[in-house]
């Protein structure tokens, strides 16, 4: 059961979220809709409950883990299916551990934050309904206070959660858990010849194309452990997460990831190893070992087939070409000497043009070259881009309003929501609302908030995010 919090007062909700479970969001601020998603109620239909699973951290066996300070109050059915509510900061469970079973307001925040911005970039992911907070100081680096986000997804079942019976030899409730999830999430399934089988290759296939999602939007999770990833194959746990901005394929999100495990560039083969980890939790029940192994080869090209989609689209390019390999690793390298912004770059490429004389293609330019070092490199990958977007007959019109609609002009920057963190800190939450609604609509323009969509500024350089983040 949640352990309540003193005096517990709203901070912000999602109007998206909401409607995902018929909720009007302004009935999140009252007293009864507060105290129910601090889990200071217990609704009268509610059966609360902790799940367990064990899972690898860091690549290594990390034994039994657990909701720590997850409480699930139930499932509700909504306009467009069923959702799980989970109160994530809302006291002990016999999984806590050595934690007090508590969030507090700063990851709370970031956490709804970011998990509202992933789905408005079109980014599977669990979403967040509603934060609330109290003035109980809780402990962590320094003394913050408490807050509860409400989570939700259509199941919080991760690869861990099966790979606790496994190595618990305990297959009967491994069959039980795999049935549970055939039926509820992939019924389609059921018939296969194979459904265990069939459960695994298509859980490897959504994880890759979720990782394509990632990369092409410049999101690093920071900890991919097993007991992170989903089973649906969306975006699971909001700790030490970022964006790219300068762009480093080598970049580590998570100052406590001190291996780098978990860079931007390790997240695709990270996902690879573990759907391996997922498939020998299954084995018992696949009871086939090539089989499996070849399950797991759908990743490569999931991935593959779709973040070739997505970079199409980021380029503006509508057809494919052999070439394009080499157009694309020049750029990335291009990027990476320059340490240019991911998102700025790819927004402001929307808005290069091919019909510009030769005296004004400079200033033209202007914007996006701007962000090199190297204007000649810059100028010469430009050339080469030009050309192949003349080769299939772009125009500048229609090809900025399609690359507009897929880069994004606003993301989740760490030190805009380091801005909107110490403002609640301070009593005042109207920035983390502000901040929502211009993440709620990356795509749009909106030049009220330009200063949201600019270059960090000096100080965020030293902003770092850890695992108690």
């Excluded at 509508?318 to 320059?338: G, P, S, V």
């Amino acid at each position: 059961m949640p352990t309540p919090l003193p005096a517990p007062y709203f901070v912000a909700a999602s109007t998206p979220a909401a409607g995902l479970v018929g909720l009007d969001p302004a009935d999140l601020a009252r007293d009864d809709f507060i105290a129910v998603f601090t889990g200071n109620e217990v609704p009268a239909r509610a059966q609360p409950l902790a799940a367990v699973y064990s899972g690898h951290q860091f690549g290594h066996w990390a034994g039994q883990l657990g909701d720590g300070r997850a409480i699930l109050l139930g499932d509700i059915d909504g306009p467009q299916g069923r959702m799980e509510l989970q109160l994530k900061g809302a006291g002990m469970t016999p999984y806590s551990r050595m934690g007090d079973g508590r969030a507090v307001l700063r990851s709370s925040i970031r956490e709804f934050l970011c998990s509202e911005a992933m789905a408005a970039l079109g980014v599977p992911t669990t979403r967040a309904l509603v934060v609330t907070g109290s003035n109980k100081g809780i402990i962590r680096e320094t003394m913050e206070t408490a807050a509860v986000v409400t989570r939700m997804a259509p199941s919080f079942v991760r690869f861990g959660s099966f790979e606790h019976w496994r190595y618990r030899d305990k297959p009967e409730e491994l069959r039980i858990l795999a049935d549970y999830v055939i039926k509820t999430f992939y019924p389609e399934l059921a018939g296969a010849p194979n459904p265990y089988l069939a459960l695994l290759e298509e859980v490897t296939r959504r994880t890759g194309v979720l990782i394509a999602h990632w990369q092409a939007v410049g999101f690093m999770h920071g900890v991919m452990n097993t007991d992170n990833m989903s089973i649906l194959g969306i975006t699971l746990d909001y700790g030490p997460f970022g964006f790219m901005e300068a762009f480093d394929v080598d970049h580590i999100c998570n100052h406590t990831d001190q291996g780098g495990r978990y860079s931007y560039a390790n997240q695709v083969p990270v996902g690879h190893w573990n759907c391996y980890a997922l498939a020998n939790a299954l084995l018992p029940l696949i009871d086939d070992q090539e089989a499996a192994q070849a399950a797991l080869d759908v990743y490569i090209d999931a991935y593959g087939t779709r973040f070739d989609e997505l970079l199409h689209a980021k380029l503006g390019l509508t057809t494919t070409h052999e070439d394009d390999r080499a157009l694309a690793d020049t750029m990335f390298q291009l990027m990476q000497d320059n340490k240019v912004d991911f998102t700025l770059f790819f927004r402001r490429l929307g808005d290069l043009r091919l019909d510009v004389a030769d005296a004004e293609r400079e200033a033209s330019d202007a914007p996006l070259r701007d962000l090199f070092l190297d204007r000649p490199a810059f100028d010469a990958w430009a050339a080469q881009y030009r050309a192949r977007l003349r080769q299939e007959g772009s125009v500048d019109a229609a090809r900025r309003v399609a690359m507009h609609a897929v880069n994004p002009k606003y993301i989740l920057r760490n030190y805009l929501a380091q801005v909107a963190i110490e403002k609640a800190q301070n009593g005042d939450y109207s920035e983390v609302t502000r901040l929502l609604s211009v993440l709620e609509r990356p795509f749009d323009e909106q030049p009220e908030h330009d200063a949201y969509a600019a270059l960090p500024p000096d100080w965020a350089a030293h902003l770092e995010v850890s695992c108690s983040s």
